[in-house]
Nanobody, 123 residues
Framework: QVQLVESGGGLVQAGGSLRLSCAAS????????MAWFRQAPGKERQFVAL????????YYADSVKGRFTISRDNAKNIIYLQLNSLKPEDTAVYYC????????????????WGQGTQVTVSS
């Protein structure tokens, strides 16, 4: 049974930092694309960042480029998202997802999802 479990969310002031973790289990993810999405109240789910587990190739949404960093720990099967220089508009539930497809920013292409972790940035 595939499980993606996020952690690390919380309340932070604007300009602060958080590190989100996504623990993946239940299968081998070496050929998968792993991604972070986020969803604010009343808005559609939005792509944030992805990493190809094997190659380590990364890609970011323009809105987070230069502030967020996605990485992976192959030994622990964990995906991280480092959030720096946070802004109030970064407030959302952040989801980890896995896809067998090549790198894609499209949420419907992701087969597995975590339960989400709340990030709240105060001004």
């Amino acid at each position: 049974q595939v499980q993606l479990v996020e952690s690390g969310g919380g309340l932070v002031q604007a300009g602060g930092s958080l590190r989100l973790s996504c623990a993946a289990s239940g299968r081998t993810f070496s050929s998968y694309t792993m991604a972070w999405f986020r969803q604010a109240p009343g808005k559609e789910r939005q792509f944030v960042a992805l990493v190809r587990w094997n190659a380590g190739t990364t890609y970011y949404a323009d809105s987070v480029k230069g502030r967020f960093t996605i990485s992976r720990d192959n030994a622990k099967n964990i995906i991280y998202l480092q959030l720096n220089s946070l802004k109030p508009e970064d407030t959302a539930v952040y989801y980890c997802a896995a896809a067998r497809s090549p790198a894609t920013t499209r949420a419907p292409m992701y087969e597995y999802w975590g339960q989400g972790t709340q990030v709240t940035v105060s001004s």
